[in-house]
């Protein structure tokens, strides 16, 4: 399988363990990721909240890169996917915000590139091929998968339902760790709002990870480098404001699988992490 | 909701509605779906079934000055639950707009100002310089030492960058940015 990558600006720098295991363990598995030349950032909120025009202008750059190239794209981030398949939505329904696009690009998108979420392409390889390549099983690690709002919100462009999202856990399940089930899957970390509003953002913060360790997660799993950030990196932070002491690994889905297959921690990018991870998975190992 | 005395604007509501695309925006019957699924709802002054009344009734200077439209996280969950398909979400981003347009921002200052600075990244490298819109910002606030352990930690985990990655059409970008609605 040949598919276009748009990594998205967060795996270049915060995030750049999500690129590394979305790499190793896709090449892993035999899919072929083909990075869109010269993409350019998606706008994420900050150009959805100061101007329409501009909010699809900068993801159609990059689709009508991708369709020159006869490829479709997969996104790991969630609030890029998010973007695009917004983007592509206007872009195909609505003739006006097309053609005004058009005219700031230069170029016309014909909408016939396919966005697919990380989750998406890692299941289209099949449950059983995953499954088949486990070598280190995560028995008796308990996970909470975290999908937070961009993948499955809103519904017309969500990836897995809104509501009751299935995808990252059969993904984790096939490591044989235990996805947990657990009420705060689909809940706001409340993403940017940690720069525009911290103390909001943290209290959101604050609630996942509390709900997560009641229902005795040992790990969180996410697809998204702002729910991680908000999750992992501002931990801290949270037990400051809150009086707690929330000491919770938080992984991208991609390190789990990648560790279950026997990769390398070094090269999943598993020493980044604000929590460390490691004790948690010597659970497993030991 | 104690609205006391404002000036009406009763053309606000359909102009919201076409800016964003909501025709069913006069549907609402205050069922309050929307805030009881709202994660920050508990920190928004108007809730949101009160500001789509708000707008109902032409209360453009409340909407536009709330506290809520900056606190929204943008996450969906209204718009995924509403019965009569508002796209709730979508609505408070073109909120936000008009008092960026309107320069009503005063309840959403840390907001507009991260926002700008992401953008003028963006428009100036073609792909967000985290690192650089992250210390310009808690300079601008006045607290250039908000996030100094996570900078140390993220420095120790080799995740900072110190120079912008530049795409090669950088150019591209000023066109994309020429139409942009001035604030």
Partial sequence: MRVGYYPGCSLENTAKEYDLAARLVTNHLGIQLVEIPDWNCCGATAAHSTDHLLAVALPARNLVIAEEMGLDITVPCAACYQRLRTAHRELTENRAVAEEVAGVLGRQYRGTVRIHSLLETMADVGFDVLSAQVVNPLKGLRVACYYGCLLVRPPSTGCDDPESPQLMDRLVETTKAEAVRWGYHNECCGAALIFGAREVALKLVQRILRNAVDTGAQVIACACPLCQSNLDIRQGQVNKAFGTNFAVPVLYFPQLIGIAMGLAPRDLGLETHFVDPQKALRIVSG | ?183
């Avoid at chain 2, 076409?18 to 549907?27: E, K, M, P």
């Avoid at chain 2, 912008?164 to 020429?178: C, D, N, S």
Wanted: with cysteine; charged share 25%; aromatic share 8%.
């Fill in chain 2, 1 to 183: 909701m104690l609205l006391g005395k404002s000036q009406i604007d009763p053309g606000f509501l359909a102009s919201t509605a076409r800016a964003s695309g909501q025709d069913t925006l006069s549907h609402c019957y205050q069922c309050g779906k929307c805030t009881a699924g709202c994660p920050t709802a508990f920190a928004m002054d108007y809730k949101p079934n009160q500001i789509i009344r708000l707008l109902q009734l032409g209360h453009k200077e409340k909407a536009l000055g709330s506290r809520a439209i900056w606190v929204c996280a943008g996450c969906f969950t209204c718009t995924t639950r509403c019965p009569c398909g508002i796209d709730i979400a979508q609505v408070m981003d073109n909120l936000r707009i008009v008092a960026r347009q309107e320069g009503r921002t005063g309840q959403g200052k840390r907001a507009v100002l991260f926002n700008e600075l992401f953008l003028r990244s963006v428009r100036r490298n073609g792909r967000v310089f985290e690192t650089g819109v992250v210390a310009a910002f808690n300079l601008k606030i006045g607290k250039p030492l908000h996030d100094t352990e996570l900078a140390r930690f993220m420095l120790k985990g080799r995740k900072l960058r110190f120079v912008p990655v530049r795409i090669r059409k950088t150019a591209e970008m000023a066109g994309l940015f020429a139409k942009r609605k001035k604030g």
